[in-house]
């Protein structure tokens, strides 16, 4: 069974940065995707940005491009999130999501097979 282990949350001023990862096992290289998504309070799951392992291509969010940035660990099997220029508003609880079909939108956290267990992110 797919194990996804996040990691590096924690509290952090407001314009500082954070890095996640998700460790995902072994054999990454079978998923066909890996994703960031978040949940604030009150809030529905949010798709920030995503990984396809096949072709190494990127997608992000609007509300996080140009400052989050998803990169891949091949031998480490690990996926990151590097999170830049945070804002209170980012205080969420962080997932890392694994397979989802190839059609349909990346952002729909429904569509997502696995998933890790979060880590808190609190920006102040």
């Known amino acids: 069974d797919v194990q996804l282990v996040e990691s590096g949350g924690g509290s952090v001023q407001a314009g500082g940065s954070l890095t996640l990862s998700c460790a995902a096992g072994r054999y990454t290289y079978k998923r066909n995707c890996m994703g960031w998504f978040r949940q604030r309070p009150g809030k529905d799951r949010e798709g920030l940005a995503v990984l396809w392992i096949g072709g190494a291509t990127t997608t992000y969010a609007d509300s996080v491009k140009g400052l989050f940035i998803i990169t891949r660990d091949k031998a480490k099997d690990t996926v990151y999130l590097q999170m830049n220029s945070l804002k209170p508003e980012d205080t969420a609880m962080y997932y890392c999501?694994?397979?989802?079909?190839?059609?349909?939108?990346?952002?729909?956290?429904?569509?997502?097979?696995?998933w890790g267990q979060g880590t808190q992110v609190t920006v102040s």
């Open positions: 999501a694994a397979d989802r079909p190839p059609f349909g939108s990346w952002y729909e956290a429904e569509d997502y097979t696995y």
